[in-house]
């Protein structure tokens, strides 16, 4: 799309973060917006600002981990505007654990918000889109970790958000070409991610929940992470290009060992070599 004016644009994990950065950067297009987020008072913070700036702007509590409640945003959303020209699938949560001390419980959480709210969001629009016969983008937001060698349960989730995303591309060449996709693969952004537990529904809970070093991670997020305005920037110029692929040029400023590491991840597969450990990626550049 190069003219967003009037489009409609759907975005999940709109409350902060990048979501709330996409929805004001498209409320400044003049796009029709459907934000949701499963946490309301942040959210409903981002449609009053988004509204100084558009038009339009519907919000739906969801959580996307659940895909009856994904499929109510779809409805609603269709029943609203009649179509979706912009799908952001970005609600998005993180733990820094280990695989082995990562509870069942933290991966249905991570798995289930990062690979499950994204294929959710694609099954309940993209087929009514399809449908539509129009132009439209799906975007997919998930990670530089996607490409690099796997560290920990969000880096294995990215991994199947990148899987997910080239999968889709695929069946959309050939089923509906006036749909593309792209994967938003950012390094580190000076968001509060930091706080998912925060947004933890209880069915997820574990008696270790909770417990990072928060202190330590918002300085690390606020010394080494881009913005989020210039993160959204690097976005929407992919999207202008049509990439599949969106980010790690971008992100190479923050941590130029990031290239080789994506680079040796390819080889050691090819050539059957473990790779070295310990493993580091950086970032290594202040903001």
Not at 70 to 87: I, M, P, R, T
Not at 114 to 120: I, Q, S, T, Y
Not at 138 to 159: P, Q, R, T
Request: hydrophobic share 40%; charged share 20%.
């Amino acid at each position: 799309m190069k003219n967003y004016k009037n489009k409609v644009a759907v975005i999940t994990g709109a409350g902060k973060g990048i979501g709330r950065g996409i929805a004001l950067y498209c409320a400044k297009l003049g796009m029709k917006l459907v934000l949701s987020d499963i946490q309301i008072e942040s959210l409903n913070k981002t449609a009053e600002d988004a509204s100084k700036l558009c038009k339009s702007v519907m919000t739906i509590q969801a959580d996307v981990s659940i895909y009856e409640e994904v499929e109510d945003l779809a409805q609603k959303s269709f029943e609203k505007y009649g179509n979706v020209d912009l799908l952001i699938n970005n609600a998005g949560v993180a733990k820094p654990s280990t695989v082995l001390e990562s509870s069942l419980q933290d991966w249905n959480w991570i798995m289930g918000v990062n690979f499950f709210g994204m294929l959710h969001g694609i099954k309940a629009f993209v087929p009514s889109m399809i449908k539509s016969g129009k132009k439209g983008h799906v975007v997919n937001v998930a990670s530089m970790g996607g490409a690099i060698e796997g560290l920990d349960s969000y880096i294995v989730s990215k991994y199947a958000a990148v899987a997910l995303s080239e999968s889709l591309y695929h069946d959309l060449a050939e089923a509906a070409p006036e749909i593309a996709v792209s994967i938003f693969m950012p390094g580190l952004v000076n968001t509060e991610l930091y706080n998912a537990e925060n947004a933890r529904p209880k069915r997820f809970k574990t008696s270790h929940s909770g417990l990072n070093n928060n202190d330590a991670m918002k300085d690390f997020f606020q010394k080494f992470g881009f913005s989020v305005k210039e993160t959204v920037n690097i976005l929407f110029k992919g999207l202008e290009d049509n990439k599949l692929y969106i980010g790690p040029k971008a992100f190479k400023e923050q941590s130029p060992k990031i290239h080789d590491l994506i680079i040796n991840h390819a080889e050691n597969i090819i050539n059957e070599r473990n790779p070295k450990h310990p493993f580091d990626m950086g970032p290594t550049n202040p903001r």
